[in-house]
């Protein structure tokens, strides 16, 4: 097989990877797979030069990406973004990985929140804010608590457990749909995971 044959899949890829507006750093462990799996794997077809070429691409990218904290920062990323989840993560980073993110959780409740500004004195301003309960009001849930209304708040460590748990076992998206969007229309269901998201998902890869 010609090398430009043999290498045709990667440029088709490079291609389609220039063509994105921005890439996560999510997207570098499901790519390695892609390289290693498919993309770069050897063909009973290929040339030695082709073989040789591919491998020298392969050793430099997966040695690229192989000490600890990377292989930590790639598994975050990876699990935060719902087109992937846990499906590039081994059982015993799996695990890791979600000591890692509850503790991030937990760290997140623990900060302060900030002060919202001292309300105006300004009777007609004061009088603006003041609106009429609407009807739905009424039927509002305290957060943590049963529609009864008798439920006990939950504790926080059960709170953090629950969102993650329900996001993990929630079904991964399209591989084509944009994860911060998704993430800005279910930030209400996953309140602490979608900050991490953010913070994550927003690193260039």
């Known amino acids: 097989m010609s090398l430009s044959k043999t290498l045709g899949p990667l440029v088709d ?38 073989k040789s070429i591919k491998k020298k691409i392969l050793d430099y990218l997966n040695e690229k990406y192989n000490d600890l904290p990377t292989q930590e920062l790639l598994d975050i990323a990876t699990a935060l973004d719902p087109r992937f989840k846990m499906k590039y993560s081994s059982e015993v980073s799996q695990e890791s990985v979600k000591a890692r993110l509850t503790r991030e959780m937990k760290e997140m409740m623990e900060t302060p929140v900030m002060q919202m500004p001292a309300e105006s004195d300004d009777p007609k301003e004061a009088k603006k804010k ?15 608590t ?18 993650l748990q329900a996001y993990l076992q ?16 279910s930030q209400k269901l996953f309140p602490k995971l979608s900050l991490l998201a953010k913070k994550y998902l927003c690193i260039p890869a």
Request: overall charge negative; charged content about 25%; hydrophobic content about 35%.
């Open 170 to 185: 929630a079904a991964t998206i399209d591989t084509e749909e944009d994860p911060l969007e998704w993430w800005k229309q």
């Open 13 to 50: 890829f490079t291609d389609a990877l220039s063509g994105e507006k921005y890439v996560s750093v999510s997207l570098v462990k499901p790519t390695l797979h892609l390289f290693n799996n498919s993309i770069l794997a050897d063909q009973n077809d290929d040339t030695d030069l082709s």
């Open 146 to 163: 049963s529609p009864g209304g008798a439920g006990p708040a939950l504790h926080p460590d059960e709170a953090i457990a629950l969102e």
């Open 130 to 144: 003041r609106r009429k309960k609407g009807l739905g009001s009424f039927f509002k849930v305290p957060e943590g």
